[in-house]
């Protein structure tokens, strides 16, 4: 069990760094250490299929989420964390690349974003509704920002 990356692109990227904010985020939403994630990054010919099929919507995207055990993050830390398959986050390098230059950041950066986002999207969170955005976006900043001054303390 763990988290799983697979780099079906021809796009360079760091794989450890997915593997280790994977984890990170098992363990920051309370969820047991044991819990299966997989982390795919595809092409944006492969990202369109799956958008279409799965979304019907046209073009590439920059994540997907596929839920498989129905977790959800514990409401409080006394909650037995729970134990499971999260399911699929697949990534789209091309499309990512594109949202860091236009975003200003780096695709690092873009990644963490995603897989963040990607994560919480199995977990249940959704942002069709503005009441469900705010939630959801607020725990990404929230999670991003600790991940990132986890990152930075673990550099110096």
Same mark, same amino acid.
């Not at 079906?8 to 450890?16: F, G, I, K, L, R």
């Given at each position: 069990?763990?988290?799983?990356?697979?780099?079906?692109?021809?796009?360079? @990227?760091?794989?450890?760094?997915? #593997? &280790?904010?994977?984890?990170?985020?098992? %363990?920051?939403?309370?969820?047991? $250490? =044991?819990? +299966?994630?997989?982390?795919?990054?595809?092409?944006?010919?492969?990202?369109?299929?799956?958008?279409?099929?799965?979304?019907?919507?046209?073009?590439?995207?920059?994540?997907?989420?596929?839920?498989?055990?129905?977790?959800?993050?514990?409401?409080?830390?006394?909650?037995?964390?729970?134990?499971?398959?999260?399911?699929? @986050?697949?990534?789209?390098?091309? #499309? &990512?690349?594109?949202?860091?230059?236009? %975003?200003?950041?780096?695709?690092? $950066? =873009?990644? +963490?974003?995603?897989?963040?986002?990607?994560?919480?999207?199995?977990?249940?969170?959704?942002?069709?509704?503005?009441?469900?955005?705010?939630?959801?976006?607020?725990?990404?900043?929230?999670?991003?920002?600790?991940?990132?001054?986890?990152?930075?303390?673990?550099?110096?």
């Amino acid at each position: 069990m763990g988290v799983g990356v697979v780099n079906e692109s021809s796009a360079e @990227v760091d794989v450890e760094s997915l #593997v &280790a904010q994977g984890e990170w985020l098992i %363990a920051a939403l309370g969820l047991h $250490s =044991e819990c +299966e994630l997989s982390v795919a990054l595809v092409d944006a010919h492969r990202m369109e299929q799956l958008h279409l099929e799965w979304m019907d919507e046209s073009g590439p995207t920059d994540v997907l989420s596929f839920p498989m055990d129905d977790l959800r993050a514990p409401e409080s830390s006394t909650d037995e964390p729970p134990l499971g398959v999260l399911g699929d @986050v697949i990534l789209c390098p091309e #499309v &990512a690349a594109a949202q860091a230059q236009t %975003a200003g950041h780096s695709t690092a $950066s =873009e990644y +963490e974003l995603l897989l963040t986002h990607g994560m919480l999207h199995l977990l249940g969170h959704d942002h069709a509704e503005p009441e469900e955005h705010a939630v959801m976006f607020g725990l990404q900043d929230q999670l991003l920002a600790r991940w990132r001054a986890r990152s930075t303390e673990s550099a110096t």
